[in-house]
């Protein structure tokens, strides 16, 4: 039996307090009643109801969920048409060399390198076209872009383990591609398309520097917000409003796991 | 000319017409990234010898100025600045990388401990921080840090700060909040492999009579490596271009390179210069992830 040394669980304990203890504190002081400082004034929820009022909260929460949901649509058809184009064509290895690491481009770029790239192409393209003035739309660009690797890679995982037999006994059977893929492949592959797709949904959420970067000055998001307020000073609204983002996040987040884990049921019993 | 059929995976076709499908479904997603990553990422190369013209706009006439005021030179002679900033990033992002290390190691092997029915929980509370907005829990340390709360008693206490003041802006606060945001980076892959690690090993060891050191170097390390490998990677990249914890609890004497980039998009309104120092940030971090690998390399050559 693999036992620990009590000072690596002391160390491990302690170090889940740092991660947390931060976290802690914001939730606690979002029911805080003085305003001013750090001192305990009293139990009160005033400050979440004062969110609900602030209209300019609710335009970034209103501009977060646009922006979240247009990404994730888009990047979840081009991402599953791109793994099931990828996996369904005997491609060769040159090609494979080819796009592989194109494909794999947006995963390890770092974001600032990927957001600073994308602010100076969109600022070149509009000198020239008039196009593409930083807002929504290029926010939405800059998530898909990222968003179509994950995707991907959930829906070609997804697709490996379904393999080829079913698409076999299809086409078998006489059916055209189109019929086999209605049918019998997009069926099969839905909990894939879901988990990347909902993998997608929380990287927009959690993203801050892409969306810092390629905002215009009418769309600012929940993370934009918290920024900028911050730099204002702390107060009991913006941890009010943090504490909010946490749960809603962590509750997708446990969506995710659970049709995780329902998918590597569903394989199981296969 | 007639193609003839073959069988792909059941289905009787031309393999013209299986490329020509296959090209249809995946340009869209090729053509999106080259389109609004690749191109981009390479215009970067070319902007950078571009120049600012006086309304913040590019000018495109063909300099290397740019490269110049990167290394310090500029109109009023030359500076250390932007060369201390860079080799502060790369100081900050080495130190924080190491820590993330050395602290993932406790956490991997405790998790891996847990008994089976509450590993998840314990999992989900390695997730949860992972999950959390960077904005939020990098501001979050303000509230800790602050002059009222027990770290800040405790180190006035020792006269290491006066009293009344907060731990931020400091250089510690910076390292504090980069470990946090990171830790998880490499805890979760070390997770992975200390899962899997063979134990008998470790048990031939203490039944040798090696000390915990020398378990660790021949037992634990060469099963656990290609995992912190992975780690450093995942952390490196991120914590090289970090601009939300040094500009929040570093502040300008602290700053990164992250926060000079993020500068010449916003205040300075210099982009040529901005896509230099995001092209010098990129030789960098590529040019240190390469002496990781190299040494990781050389280290397997010793060995075998």
Redesign the interface.
Known sequence: M???HPL??L???L??M??????L??VL?SFNASRL???WGGFTLHWYVDLFHDGMVLRAAMNTMILAVSSTLISTV??T??A???Q????GKKARRF?EP??N??V???????A??????F??IR?LTGLFELGMPTMI??H??FQ??FV?LAVRNRLESIG?EY??????LYAS?GYSFRTVILPLLLPGILAGAMLAF?LS??D??ISF?TAGPKSMTL?IF??AS?HRG?TPE?HAL?TL??VF??LV?VLL?RSEKHNEQTEAKS | MTENEIVYHGELVKPRTLYRRGLTFILPGLLWIAFFLALPCLSLGVVSFAQRNDYGGIDWTFTFDNMKRLIGFDLFGWSADNLVILGRSVMVAAISTFLCIALSYPLAFFLASRPARNKGLWMALLLVPFWTNLVIRTYAWLIVLAPQFPPARFAAYFEMVDPGTALYPSMIAVYIGMVASFLPFVALPLYTAVEKLDWSLVEASFDLRAGFWRTFRYAVWPQTKSAVALGITLTLVPAMGMFVVPDMLGGAKYMLIGNLIQEQFGTSRDWPFGAALSLALMVITLATLLFFNSKARANKEVRS
């Not at chain 1, 390890?108 to 990927?114: E, G, Q, S």
């Not at chain 1, 698409?167 to 078998?172: G, L, V």
């Open positions: 693999k036992h620990t690596i669980n160390t491990a304990v170090l889940f740092v991660l947390y203890i931060p976290l504190c914001v002081f400082g750090m001192q081009v991402g048409v791109l099931v184009g990828l369904t064509a005997p491609w796009f194109l494909i481009l947006p390890v770029t770092p974001d600032i390198i990927f600073v790239a994308l602010v100076i192409a600022g070149v000198s660009v800059g898909v872009t179509i690797a991907t080829n698409s076999e006994a299809a086409f078998d591609f929380t959420l959690d801050f520097i970067f993370p918290i920024y911050v702390v913006i943090s983002v946490m996040t962590i987040v796991r």
